[in-house]
């Protein structure tokens, strides 16, 4: 069985930063995704870094997001810089069956197994 354990979250000022992870048990073979979800918004992509290690970057997310991976772990990394209120959002990580090389920008549709999200909130 899968399980998707996502931390740090929380509350953050705006131009402040925040890490958030999300450690994969279960299942060796998939590839991570980020996304966020605000209220009254449609699930939108963060990020991904595929296992040739090629990161894609939502646009919201260019130039401010940074995803690292630690295997040894079965853990990804989601930092998170200049943040602004519009960055408040739930953050979930998501896993795919199987290693996805290259750049890959997914759908929600796209993902097998979900975390359960971590609130992030930026105060202006």
């Known amino acids: 069985q899968v399980q998707l354990v996502e931390s740090g979250g929380g509350l953050v000022q705006a131009g402040g930063s925040l890490r958030l992870s999300c450690a994969a048990s279960?299942?060796?073979?998939?590839?991570m995704a980020w996304f966020r979800q605000a209220p009254g918004k449609e699930r939108e992509f963060v990020g991904t870094i595929s296992w040739s290690d090629r990161t894609v970057y939502g646009d919201s997310a260019k130039g401010r997001f940074t995803i690292s991976r630690d295997n040894a772990k079965n853990t990804e990394y989601l930092q998170m810089g200049s943040l602004t209120p519009e960055d408040t959002a739930v953050y979930y990580c998501a896993l795919k069956r199987g290693r996805v090389f290259g750049e890959w920008e997914p759908n929600p549709n796209d993902m097998d197994y979900w975390g359960q999200g971590t609130q992030v909130t930026v105060s202006s």
């Open positions: 279960g299942r060796t073979l998939y590839t």
